[in-house]
């Protein structure tokens, strides 16, 4: 299995643009974590699905994030508008629940600028 | 609120020693516990996975306990190598939400040739 893919692994943009982030799973996984990783606040979790359906959505900084799945195979994290302070690495991973064996299986990361 | 503390936030050790990273957490009811390795620039690396009914868990030279009762977990690593400087993180699994994980904030461990 090629594991997590997310893209793109590195976005440069200016303040205001749209931004998205793509992420595909691993094959056979049911969940999917969105995280954000910076020096000052660590990694945290911005949102989970479970089948495809958001789960817990409280790690979302504000209304400007917003993540779907259409799909199994298939999620995005958009920013809208983009500032300066959301400049940081996302990370995608993802993980087969409700078996006990719950190990997350994290992609390359996304390094996001935001001028 | 969970919280994860890790200690100490960077270790040097000469090559071959063995070695201990801490993990603290301030709610016992955990779902699991999960110990990470980030190399830099690069994602997250599952190293060690302790359900919270367990005490402990192996993985070559890597060893994982888990205390419930007083909060804390311990990477045991042997016979350290130059190859296992990263990033250690450990990862509290909240009881009844799934897989939403606590981290903390890492030990960087640098072990010197």
């Known amino acids: 299995d090629a594991g997590v893919i997310q893209s793109p692994r590195h976005e440069v943009t200016e303040m205001g643009q749209e931004v998205t982030l793509r992420c595909k799973p691993i094959?056979?996984?049911?969940?999917l974590f969105w995280y954000r990783q910076t020096m000052m606040r660590g990694l945290e979790l911005l949102i989970y699905?479970?089948?495809?359906?958001?789960?817990?959505d409280s790690g979302m900084p504000e209304d400007r994030f917003s993540a779907k799945m259409p799909n199994a195979s298939f999620s995005t994290l958009k920013i809208q508008p983009s500032e300066p302070r959301d400049s940081a690495v996302y990370f995608c991973?993802?993980?087969?629940?409700?078996?006990?064996?719950?190990?997350?299986?994290f992609g390359p990361g996304t390094r996001l600028t935001v001028l | 609120k969970q919280e994860v503390t890790q200690i100490p936030a960077a270790l040097s050790v000469p090559e071959g020693e063995n070695l201990v990273l801490n993990c603290s957490f301030t709610?016992?009811?955990?779902?699991?516990l999960q110990w990470f390795r980030q190399d830099p620039g690069k994602g997250l690396t599952s190293l060690l996975l302790?359900?919270?009914?367990?005490r402990e868990q192996t993985s070559g030279r890597l060893n994982a306990s888990l205390d419930k009762s007083s909060g804390r977990s311990t990477l045991y690593i042997a016979a350290s190598q130059p190859g296992d400087s990263a990033t250690y993180l450990c990862?509290?699994?909240?009881?009844?939400?799934?897989?939403?994980?606590?981290f903390g904030q890492g030990t960087e461990l640098s072990v010197k040739p």
């Open positions: 991973a993802s993980s087969v629940l409700g078996t006990g064996r719950d190990t997350q299986y």
């Open positions: 094959s056979g996984h049911n969940s």
């Open positions: 699905f479970n089948n495809n359906v958001p789960i817990d």
């Open positions: 709610d016992s009811a955990i779902y699991n």
């Open positions: 302790i359900q919270s009914s367990q």
């Open positions: 990862a509290v699994g909240l009881n009844n939400q799934g897989g939403k994980l606590i």
